[in-house]
Every structure is written in C-alpha cells, then in structure tokens.
T-cell receptor, first 110, second 119 residues
Framework: SQQGEEDPQALSIQEGENATMNCSYK?????LQWYRQNSGRGLVHLIL?????REKHSGRLRVTLDTSKKSSSLLITASRAADTASYFC??????????FGPGTRLSVLP | GAVVSQHPSWVICKSGTSVKIECRSL??????MFWYRQFPKQSLMLMAT?????????EQGVEKDKFLINHASLTLSTLTVTSAHPEDSSFYIC???????????????FGPGTRLLVL
C-alpha cells in the first residue's frame, strides 16, 4: 500500500529560486529517504534521514523530518535547470521494503 | 560502489511472448533484491522481494505465475514476464541493499530500469 504522499504533485519555479516538496506518511518508520528520477531513468538516492533525526543537509539539499506530524520536507536551494526531475520520498517501516509516494514533478525554468 | 545494472534497458515484444529482465549488483552481494513497476507519470510500486536461494515474496495483487522471479546468486535476480500483454508495458526497476556497508545498509540502490513495450 502507498504510504508516503508528496505535495505538491507538480511544481514549476524559476532558476535560482528555492523548491520545497513535502511528504506525509501514515505509520511508524525507521527512516525516510528521498530519491530523484530524471525522465525515463532510474532512481538516484539523495538523502536518508532516520526517525531520530530532525534535519539533514547535503549540498543544496535540506531535509527535515517531523515524526509527530509524520511528515518530511525536501528543500532545494538556488535551483538550477538541471534539477528538473521527479522527486520521491520512500519510507522504510523496519521491514524489508520501501513504500514510495506518488512523487513531485519539479520543473526549473531557465 | 554499490552499482546495480539491468539488462536489457529496453525491450519490445509481441503479445504472448515471455521477456526476461536481469538485475545485477556489480560490486556487492545482495541477499535481497526488489522489483518495482512504474507506469508513466506514476510512482514506483513494489511487485516482489527477491531472496537469494528462496522463493520471492509477492505483493498483493501481483500474479506470481505471471511474473517469475529467480534469485539464483548473490548478485543476480531475474524477472520473467510470461505471456506478456500490452497492459504489461511499463518501466521495471530493480533495487538491492548493500548489507556489507555498515554505514549505508539501509539504502536501496536502484538499477537504471527496463522499459518494456508489448505490442
């Protein structure tokens, strides 16, 4: 069953602006991960944040996790046209598999 | 490290034929691999979990007799779509966990995907 749900489903911004994507989930999790997918390609792992962590950074990426609200956000600062892709959150509920959200399609316009 | 490959990257076949897709972990051993299906503009849906040396675990609604999974070694899992039909046309993606990496064992590494088109 689908756990994570991204918001918004589609986002269009200008180059240089920040992009924020949100993910909500329903059950207890071990960790939450964000992935990027360019059109028609495989997934690239961006960040893993564990249930006992609140914030992580990686370059221009900032991920937050609020377990009380069962939500996470992915912030991309100073966006570039090359950031255009679909972004998915995936929750790991201590099991063997992930459950992916529907994804956010980000378009960064030059 | 932690590279996963898939072969073929795309395949076109006639309705009724069977198609085999390979998923390999190139530089690590993967006791567990996962198979996902992704329809256009949709998210990934887990089809099955492939365990080395044992039967795969299928998600609800996935026909195990139609999607045959064989995890013959620690680096290879295959998905065979039997008697393929146009509605099986999709993007199939495999992934694996590298349990040898103490710092990153929770991360799934994804293959580049296989696009299947059934005519």
């Amino acid at each position: 069953s689908q756990q994570g749900e991204e918001d918004p489903q589609a986002l269009s911004i200008q180059e240089g602006e920040n992009a924020t994507m949100n993910c909500s989930y329903k059950t207890s999790i071990n960790n939450l991960q964000w992935y990027r997918q360019n059109s028609g390609r495989g997934l690239v792992h961006l960040i893993l944040i564990r249930s006992n962590e609140r914030e992580k950074h990686s370059g221009r990426l900032r991920v937050t996790l609020d377990t009380s609200k069962k939500s996470s956000s992915l912030l991309i600062t100073a966006s570039r046209a090359a950031d255009t892709a679909s972004y998915f959150c995936a929750t790991d509920d201590y099991g063997q598999n992930f459950v992916f959200g529907p994804g956010t399609r980000l378009s960064v316009l030059p | 490290g932690a590279v996963v490959s898939q072969h073929p990257s795309w395949v076109i076949c006639k309705s009724g034929t069977s198609v085999k897709i390979e998923c390999r972990s190139l530089d690590f051993q993967a006791t567990t691999m996962f198979w996902y299906r992704q329809f256009p503009k949709q998210s990934l849906m887990l089809m099955a979990t492939s365990n080395e040396g044992s039967k795969a675990t299928y998600e609800q609604g996935v026909e195990k007799d139609k999607f045959l999974i064989n995890h013959a070694s620690l680096t290879l899992s295959t998905l065979t779509v039997t008697s393929a039909h146009p509605e099986d046309s999709s993007f199939y993606i495999c992934s694996a966990r590298n349990r040898d990496l103490s710092s990153a064992w929770e991360t799934q590494y994804f293959g580049p995907g296989t696009r299947l088109l059934v005519l």
